[in-house]
């Protein structure tokens, strides 16, 4: 089992461009969601889906849009980077919401120019 | 899960020695209380978790004790080593199926050899 992978691993973007990060699981987990990691901020949710064909806004969600076509994957948009969007972006998948173990996959490295 | 605080930020200690984390939290709903340790470079991984019928829990060298109604909860390391250093994130969250994480923003660990 991979568990949970994300593509690319790095990326510079323009002010302006866009660009979709991919989450892959396959644990057959219901839960997916997208995080955030900025120095001193600890760990925030942007997007989160419950299952296949949902999604939900998390804590910071502005700029983003995710989509859950099908339930191993999980995409993260972003349509107009901004600088602010620097930062390193987590996803995750977990069997259950709430009270159960988060999966992280590896981390994105995005740099917003 | 509400707020979720940590102090402090950062913590050292001599390799051998103990070293306690603690939280707090807002929510006196919440019901779940787990511990991820991230590794330099790499992804958080859950370490240990405690629910709130339960006021301590243990795991070789690592234990998390719960007090529900000062609303905090600590991270206990023993015999620290050298591969104890990460940045740990406590959190926070009920159950039910819109229920999420909410995580504190880390506290660095450093064992001095």
């Known amino acids: 089992n991979a568990g949970v992978t994300q593509t690319p691993k790095f990326r510079v973007l323009k002010t302006g461009q866009s660009m979709t990060l991919l989450c892959a699981q396959d644990m057959n987990h219901e839960y997916m969601y997208w995080y955030r990691q900025d120095p001193g901020m600890g760990l925030r949710l942007i997007h989160y889906s419950v299952g296949e064909g949902t999604t939900a806004k998390g804590e910071v969600p502005d700029g983003y849009n995710v989509s859950r076509l099908k339930k191993q994957n999980f995409l993260l948009g972003l349509e107009s980077a901004a600088p602010s969007q620097t930062s390193v972006y987590f996803c995750a998948s977990s069997y259950s919401t709430g009270a159960g173990e988060l999966f992280f996959g590896e981390g994105s490295r995005l740099t917003v120019l | 899960g509400g707020n979720v605080e940590q102090h402090p930020s950062t913590l050292s200690v001599q390799e051998g020695d103990s070293a306690v984390i603690k939280c707090t939290y807002s929510d006196s709903a919440s019901n779940y209380f787990p511990w991820y340790k991230q590794e330099l470079g790499k992804r958080p991984q859950l370490i240990i978790d405690?629910?709130?019928?339960?006021g301590e829990k243990k795991d070789q060298r690592i234990a998390v004790t719960l007090n529900k109604t000062a609303k905090h909860f600590s991270l206990h390391i023993t015999e620290t080593q050298p591969e104890d250093s990460a940045v740990y994130f406590c959190a926070a969250s009920g159950y039910g199926a819109n229920s999420k994480l909410t995580f504190g923003k880390g506290i660095t660990l450093s064992v001095r050899p």
């Open positions: 405690i629910r709130s019928n339960v």
